[in-house]
């Protein structure tokens, strides 16, 4: 069976997720497809009944980024998938619920899914360098279960996929809630919370801007950023080598000081097979 990991990714720890759920799965051929590279959003994939798809995609309530866009590229044809969702030691709101309902339209059959922890894009001092070694030990268990399905012909999800509400005050529940209900599988921050700064140190080795999913950054004798196409994913944010990259909208750094007070401590991934 050939496996495909497709993922976005912006501050790779998604990427990871899925790289180690395919290590538990006896695949003869895994193939990668990073969907933060323009070109691989505009071509269509087309996957087979054999193919096994693991779809990894990070959370904001909702899918975050372009999901529509990562998600319409993909064609199955009665195509297994398994849904891989990360989030910032929070909760995953309703994105797997959505990444069920967009991929079934694609031609794809959810048989297995999860809520997984990866790095807060926004601070390295929350789910530090998640998903770790426990959560390796976890998603390659995780990609044996599945294997085992599989194996058995058997593609029925039977856990209920759950919207994870957040236990993060009346301002996520609110947004949550808003989330769950609006049409779509998509969630994004407001356009005016995008700003960057570049700092001073910035030694313009273009690592951001060839990270962009959505050519928003420039290097032209510095850095400049199109606050009309940059998605505010914080992929340049975190790959920067010198820190010299940092969102800066006021009302951005309240929402994260606050969800922050919840996010403290070791959350675990939830499983659905
Ligand atoms: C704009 C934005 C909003 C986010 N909202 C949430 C959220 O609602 N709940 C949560 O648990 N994590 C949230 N996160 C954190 C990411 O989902 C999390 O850090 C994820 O692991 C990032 O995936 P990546 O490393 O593959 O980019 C948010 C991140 C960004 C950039």
């Not at 998603?139 to 209920?160: C, M």
Request: hydrophobic fraction near 35%; glycine fraction near 10%.
């Amino acid at each position: 069976m050939k496996v495909y990991l497709v993922y976005f990714s912006p501050s790779g720890s998604t990427k990871k997720t899925v790289r180690n759920v395919a290590k538990g799965i006896d695949a003869t051929e895994v193939i990668e497809i990073d969907m933060l590279k323009k070109s691989n959003r505009e071509k269509t994939h087309s996957f087979g009944p054999n193919d096994l798809v693991i779809l990894g995609m990070m959370t904001a309530t909702k899918l975050y980024g372009i999901p529509a866009e990562v998600m319409g590229a993909l064609k199955g044809n009665n195509t297994p998938l398994v849904g891989a969702v990360n989030c910032g030691n929070g909760y995953f709101g309703s994105s797997l619920i959505a990444m069920q309902k967009f991929m079934s339209k694609q031609g794809f059959k959810m048989m297995a899914a999860g809520g997984f922890i990866g790095q807060y894009s926004f601070s390295k001092s929350i789910a530090t360098n998640r998903p770790d070694e426990q959560d390796a030990a976890i998603q390659f268990q995780f990609g044996k279960d599945i294997a085992k399905k599989l194996q058995q012909g058997d593609l029925n999800l039977y856990s209920k996929l759950s919207i994870d509400w957040p236990n993060e005050g009346t301002f996520s529940t609110i947004k949550c809630a808003i989330g769950s209900a609006l049409p779509g599988p998509g969630f994004s921050i407001p356009k005016s919370w995008n700003e960057l700064a570049i700092a001073d140190d910035c030694i313009q080795c273009g690592k951001c801007v060839k990270h962009c999913p959505v050519g928003a950054l420039s290097l032209n004798g510095k850095i400049t950023q199109d606050r009309d196409k940059c998605i505010g994913c914080q992929g340049c944010v975190n790959v920067c080598p010198r820190e010299a990259i940092n969102p800066i909208n006021e009302s951005l750094q309240k929402m994260v000081a606050n969800v922050m007070k919840f996010r403290q401590g070791r959350k675990e991934p939830k499983l659905f097979l």
